[in-house]
């Protein structure tokens, strides 16, 4: 994981393909290694936590333009 991070960068920052996934695979690896040895019941509630935060973190994104979008409506009233 190391190794693809290292190749990730190079290849992000010296042959400036910003859009390349390498790095983001290997961070992902560099955390999902660590849970190998888990029960399913643990990863699946961890799973499950996660899944919330990310709605949470969707819902109030979706929330705050909303909000954003009626203030610019009084604002143009």
């Known amino acids: 994981m190391i190794i693809l991070f290292?190749?990730?960068?190079?290849?992000?920052?010296?042959?400036l393909w910003?859009?390349?996934?390498?790095?983001a695979y290997a961070i992902c690896g560099l955390f999902l290694y660590s849970m190998r040895n888990l029960k399913s019941r643990t990863l699946l509630i961890i799973a499950i936590v996660?899944?919330?935060l990310l709605a949470a973190k969707v819902f109030y994104q979706n929330y705050d333009a909303g909000q954003t979008?009626?203030?610019g409506?009084?604002?143009?009233a």
Request: no cysteine; aromatic share 20%; proline share 4%.
């Open 6 to 15: 290292l190749f990730g960068l190079i290849n992000a920052f010296v042959f």
């Open 18 to 23: 910003p859009g390349d996934i390498l790095y």
């Open 73 to 76: 409506e009084q604002a143009l």
């Open 50 to 52: 996660f899944n919330l």
């Open 69 to 71: 979008r009626i203030n």
